[in-house]
């Protein structure tokens, strides 16, 4: 039935998924990717840091990430706002870089469909 659909270029369409099912999504090659963009893999610097340092896995993860960013944060990898040190806590200091994954995230939420978001 897949191989059916990916031939005629069927696809599933949800009208108004449920939040629940929209942060489930996982957060990689995913359906929710706005028209005409290429699916984000996660596969530079920073994309691979949230994948395996923060163990992202769905939309709701990068969510968490990207988003309640204090209004002392600084835009550097010496940051020392409350998001930026939960970060490092919870990476047991493997992110270098919190400013960045949380750039990352953000952009990678830019890229879903306003559907899924």
Not at 78 to 86: E, F, G, L, P
């Given at each position: 039935m897949i191989k059916i659909a990916k031939k005629y270029g069927v696809k599933l369409?949800?009208?108004?998924?449920?939040?629940e099912v929209r942060a489930e999504l996982p957060a990689i090659r995913s359906i929710q990717t706005k028209p005409l963009e290429k699916p984000d893999t996660?596969?530079?610097?920073?994309?691979?840091?949230?994948?395996?340092?923060?163990?992202?896995?769905?939309?709701?993860d990068v969510s968490d990430i990207a988003t309640?960013?204090?209004?002392?944060?600084?835009?550097?990898?010496?940051?020392?706002?409350?998001?930026?040190?939960?970060?490092r806590r919870d990476t047991n200091g493997a992110c270098k870089h919190p400013n960045k994954c949380i750039e990352r995230?953000?952009?990678?939420?830019?890229?879903?469909?306003d559907k899924w978001n």
């Open positions: 369409e949800a009208i108004h998924p449920a939040p996660l596969s530079d610097k920073f994309g691979k840091c949230i994948r395996n340092t923060h163990k992202v896995r769905t939309l709701q309640d960013v204090p209004n002392n944060h600084k835009r550097n990898k010496k940051c020392k706002c409350d998001r930026c040190a939960k970060i995230a953000a952009n990678l939420l830019e890229t879903v469909n």
